[in-house]
Nanobody, 115 residues
Framework: QVQLVESGGGLVQAGESLRLSCAAS????????MGWYRQAPGKQRESVAI???????HYADSVLGRFTISRDKAKNSVHLQMNSLKPEDTGVYYC?????????WGQGTQVTVSS
Protein backbone atom coordinates (compact mmCIF):
# COMPACT_ATOMS: atom_id res chain seq x y z
CA GLN A 1 0.00 0.00 0.00
CA VAL A 2 1.31 3.41 -0.95
CA GLN A 3 2.30 5.66 1.93
CA LEU A 4 3.18 9.32 1.99
CA VAL A 5 5.83 10.15 4.55
CA GLU A 6 6.29 13.72 5.74
CA SER A 7 9.33 15.13 7.48
CA GLY A 8 10.74 18.48 8.53
CA GLY A 9 8.30 19.69 11.14
CA GLY A 10 9.41 21.11 14.45
CA LEU A 11 9.33 23.96 16.93
CA VAL A 12 10.56 27.36 15.76
CA GLN A 13 10.21 30.97 16.76
CA ALA A 14 8.18 33.50 14.85
CA GLY A 15 10.07 34.77 11.83
CA GLU A 16 12.08 31.62 11.33
CA SER A 17 11.83 29.08 8.52
CA LEU A 18 11.09 25.40 8.07
CA ARG A 19 11.13 23.10 5.08
CA LEU A 20 8.69 20.22 4.92
CA SER A 21 9.20 17.25 2.66
CA CYS A 22 6.88 14.47 1.55
CA ALA A 23 7.78 11.36 -0.40
CA ALA A 24 5.76 8.40 -1.58
CA SER A 25 6.87 4.95 -0.44
CA UNK A 26 6.53 3.74 -3.99
CA UNK A 27 5.70 5.20 -7.34
CA UNK A 28 2.11 6.40 -7.61
CA UNK A 29 0.83 6.08 -11.13
CA UNK A 30 -0.44 9.27 -12.77
CA UNK A 31 -0.44 11.66 -9.84
CA UNK A 32 -2.24 14.83 -10.81
CA UNK A 33 -2.05 17.05 -7.78
CA MET A 34 0.19 17.08 -4.73
CA GLY A 35 -0.16 19.51 -1.93
CA TRP A 36 0.01 20.49 1.69
CA TYR A 37 -2.83 20.93 4.12
CA ARG A 38 -2.83 21.87 7.77
CA GLN A 39 -5.07 21.52 10.76
CA ALA A 40 -4.81 23.81 13.73
CA PRO A 41 -6.19 22.77 17.12
CA GLY A 42 -9.97 23.06 17.14
CA LYS A 43 -10.13 23.98 13.46
CA GLN A 44 -10.90 22.18 10.23
CA ARG A 45 -8.19 21.00 7.89
CA GLU A 46 -7.39 23.63 5.28
CA SER A 47 -5.47 23.78 2.05
CA VAL A 48 -2.11 25.54 2.30
CA ALA A 49 -0.40 25.01 -1.05
CA ILE A 50 -1.17 22.79 -4.02
CA UNK A 51 0.85 21.88 -7.10
CA UNK A 52 -1.31 20.73 -10.00
CA UNK A 53 -0.34 18.50 -12.90
CA UNK A 54 -0.25 21.32 -15.48
CA UNK A 55 2.41 22.97 -13.32
CA UNK A 56 0.27 25.53 -11.58
CA UNK A 57 0.45 26.36 -7.90
CA HIS A 58 -2.24 27.58 -5.60
CA TYR A 59 -1.69 29.10 -2.16
CA ALA A 60 -3.91 30.04 0.71
CA ASP A 61 -4.07 33.82 1.07
CA SER A 62 -2.60 33.57 4.55
CA VAL A 63 0.67 32.05 3.28
CA LEU A 64 1.04 33.81 -0.06
CA GLY A 65 4.50 35.31 -0.37
CA ARG A 66 5.87 33.35 2.58
CA PHE A 67 5.46 29.69 1.55
CA THR A 68 6.70 28.03 -1.62
CA ILE A 69 5.70 24.59 -2.85
CA SER A 70 7.99 22.59 -5.11
CA ARG A 71 7.52 19.19 -6.62
CA ASP A 72 9.55 16.39 -8.14
CA LYS A 73 7.11 14.51 -10.34
CA ALA A 74 9.54 11.71 -11.13
CA LYS A 75 9.98 10.94 -7.43
CA ASN A 76 6.39 11.69 -6.39
CA SER A 77 7.74 14.06 -3.80
CA VAL A 78 6.71 17.53 -2.76
CA HIS A 79 8.28 20.14 -0.51
CA LEU A 80 7.05 23.19 1.30
CA GLN A 81 9.46 25.98 2.12
CA MET A 82 7.96 28.07 4.90
CA ASN A 83 9.52 31.44 5.64
CA SER A 84 8.58 34.20 8.04
CA LEU A 85 6.58 31.78 10.13
CA LYS A 86 3.87 33.12 12.39
CA PRO A 87 2.23 31.61 15.47
CA GLU A 88 -0.97 31.19 13.45
CA ASP A 89 0.91 28.79 11.16
CA THR A 90 0.97 26.29 14.02
CA GLY A 91 -0.71 22.98 13.27
CA VAL A 92 -0.31 19.51 11.88
CA TYR A 93 0.73 19.63 8.24
CA TYR A 94 -0.42 16.86 5.93
CA CYS A 95 0.79 15.89 2.50
CA UNK A 96 -1.73 14.75 -0.10
CA UNK A 97 -1.43 13.14 -3.52
CA UNK A 98 -4.37 12.78 -5.87
CA UNK A 99 -4.40 10.85 -9.10
CA UNK A 100 -5.80 7.96 -11.06
CA UNK A 101 -4.58 5.54 -8.38
CA UNK A 102 -6.53 7.31 -5.69
CA UNK A 103 -6.35 9.89 -2.95
CA UNK A 104 -3.45 9.50 -0.52
CA TRP A 105 -2.67 11.30 2.72
CA GLY A 106 0.42 11.34 4.90
CA GLN A 107 0.33 10.87 8.64
CA GLY A 108 1.09 14.52 9.34
CA THR A 109 3.99 16.43 10.84
CA GLN A 110 3.68 18.95 13.65
CA VAL A 111 4.73 22.54 13.12
CA THR A 112 4.76 24.80 16.16
CA VAL A 113 5.63 28.47 15.94
CA SER A 114 6.20 30.30 19.19
CA SER A 115 5.78 34.05 19.55
Amino acid sequence: QVQLVESGGGLVQAGESLRLSCAASERIFSVNDMGWYRQAPGKQRESVAISTSPGRTHYADSVLGRFTISRDKAKNSVHLQMNSLKPEDTGVYYCRAVGIAGNFWGQGTQVTVSS
